[in-house]
């Protein structure tokens, strides 16, 4: 069984970074496709950044240009940057991994909090 550990949640002014971490169970060049999700209060999960086995990144508009994802494989960790941070980034964050089976995997989520 795969598992996802988050980590790097916390809170931080308007403006501030943080760095989020997600450890695999196993090696990360095993996911089709690995990234990061959030869901806010009252509102559906949506995705941040994702990228591929062969390292192409996507982000979601709300967030080009200030949240970068990135991985090292020495560690099985995938990392997502934050960078001039917002009330609205406000979520709990959670880190996705797609199998070669096509199976999802998530993690148990990290919470961040923006203060204006």
Same mark, same amino acid.
């Given at each position: 069984q &795969?598992?996802? &550990?988050?980590?790097?949640? !916390?809170l931080?002014q308007? !403006?501030? %970074?943080?760095r989020l +971490?997600?450890?695999? +169970?196993? %090696? *990360?060049?095993? /996911?089709?496709v690995?990234?990061w #999700?959030r869901? $806010?209060?009252e @509102?559906?999960?949506?995705?941040?950044?994702? *990228?591929?086995r062969? !390292?192409?990144?996507? #982000?979601? =508009? +709300? &967030?080009k240009g200030? /949240?970068? *994802? %990135?991985?090292?494989f020495a560690?099985?960790?995938?990392?997502?940057?934050?960078? +001039?941070?917002?009330?609205? =980034?406000? $979520?709990?964050? #959670?880190?996705?991994?797609?199998?070669?089976e @096509?199976?999802?995997?998530w993690?148990?989520g990290?919470?961040?909090?923006?203060? %204006?």
């Open positions: &795969v598992q996802l &550990v988050e980590s790097g949640g !916390g931080v308007a !403006g501030g %970074s943080l +971490s997600c450890a695999a +169970s196993r %090696s *990360i060049f095993a /996911f089709n690995m990234g #999700y869901q $806010a209060p @509102k559906q999960r949506e995705v941040v950044a994702t *990228i591929t062969g !390292g192409v990144p996507t #982000y979601a =508009d +709300s &967030v200030r /949240f970068t *994802i %990135s991985r090292e560690k099985n960790t995938v990392y997502l940057q934050m960078k +001039s941070l917002e009330p609205e =980034d406000t $979520a709990v964050y #959670y880190c996705n991994a797609e199998t070669r @096509k199976l999802d995997v993690g148990q990290t919470l961040v909090t923006v203060s %204006s």
